[in-house]
Structure formats: C-alpha cells, structure tokens
C-alpha cells in the first residue's frame, strides 16, 4: 500500500511537466528563469520530493541502526539533515546569476521528508 501512494505522488508532482522542463538543467528550468514561473507541479518538485524521502530514508537507517539511536531521536535528526541539506541547496541556487531560492522546492522537500518519516513510523 505504501508504494502505491508514493507512486501516486510522484505522478501527482510530475503531472505538469511540460517538454520546456523536461531539458531543465537545474532546479530551475531555462524556460522558468525567462518566464519568472516556478510552476508547483512539475518533474523538479518531483525531483525533490523523491530526492528527500530517500534521503530521510538513508538519514535514518544510519542514525538508528550504526548509532544505535531511539527510533523517535533518529527520525528528528533525519528529518533536520535532509532539510538542512535542501535548504542549502535552495540558498546555493539563490546566489547563482540566474538561479533564485523556491519555497515551492522546500514544500517538495518537506513533503518527501514527511512521507518518508510517516512510512518509518509504520510498522
């Protein structure tokens, strides 16, 4: 069952792609740097949400199971790593000449935790 609602939302991110966006080279398309959009459906907001549930996912068998923390101390710190690591790169593409930072790729971030975190809560 897990896996048919990741399925569902990585097709639900990915739905908006358009051929504009399938040639992006970052996390902003060249056809969105020009236009100013950062559309909130689309395959970079699916990049990101399925970049950061792995991640959190990694993060946390690391944490809890090599250093043996609480299942509980292990999905914080996970949870915190992996948005650190999006925030970065959304400050990084912020300070490139064309690049800008997208809340919409941090929502996508904190999605991809969130699942993640709630299929590790599951048993």
Do not use: C
């Amino acid at each position: 069952m897990p896996f048919v609602l990741s399925g569902s939302l990585l097709l639900l991110f990915a739905s908006g792609v358009s051929s504009q966006e399938k040639s992006q080279v970052d996390s902003v398309s060249v056809h969105s740097m020009k236009s100013g959009q950062d559309p909130w459906f689309g395959i970079d907001k699916a990049k990101h949400f399925g970049a950061s549930a792995f991640l959190t996912g990694v993060s946390f068998f690391f944490l809890h199971e090599a250093a043996d923390l609480r299942k509980r101390n292990a999905a914080y710190g996970s949870g915190i790593f992996v948005f650190g690591i999006g925030l970065g790169k959304e400050a990084h593409d912020g300070k490139r000449q064309k690049g800008r930072f997208s809340f919409k790729d941090l929502v996508a971030d904190l999605a991809g935790i969130g699942f993640a975190l709630l299929l590790i809560q599951t048993p």
